[in-house]
């Protein structure tokens, strides 16, 4: 299967017309997300009750968890997928810092934003620096 997938990958973004029409899916993509943004800004009240907190937390913190382990493994092994991994860990630790900070109250805002500047951000800087640096590697 993975040989399979790679080949229709690779004849996909082969073709210019293909590499363009996804383009054009993707920009469209962003444009209704837009929308989508601007509805639940109108629409969403300012208090909202979850109950699933710690559900979404541990999970967040699972798959944070993951790509760090991922990203450990693939560099060791020197394997191009590292970038991705890499990426992947940024991006994470980027929304936890944000959704730490931005759901915090009180005193608990001022231990997100410590927890966020001293190691959540850093994480992130240092993943996307890790996938910049495999980029170079393999010559992407």
């Given amino acids: 299967m993975r040989l399979r997938f790679s080949m229709w990958t ?31 800004a109108q629409t969403l009240h300012g208090k909202e009750v979850v109950s699933h907190w710690s559900t979404v937390w541990l999970g967040l913190d699972t798959m944070e968890a993951l790509a760090l382990a991922a990203l450990g493994v ?22 936890d810092a944000w959704f730490d900070v931005m759901l915090s109250k009180g005193s608990d805002f001022a231990v997100a934003l ?22 170079r590697w393999y010559d992407v």
Avoid: N, Y
């Fill in 10 to 40: 690779r004849g996909l973004m082969a073709s210019q017309t293909a590499r363009h029409k996804m383009a054009i899916g993707f920009v469209g993509a962003a444009i209704v997300l837009v929308g989508w943004m601007v509805f639940l």
């Fill in 114 to 135: 410590l927890l966020a500047m001293m190691f959540e951000i850093p994480l992130a800087a240092a993943c996307a620096a890790i996938a910049r640096q495999t980029a």
């Fill in 74 to 95: 693939l560099l060791v092994r020197h394997d191009h997928r590292a970038r991705t991994a890499a990426t992947v860990a940024a991006t994470l630790f980027g929304m």
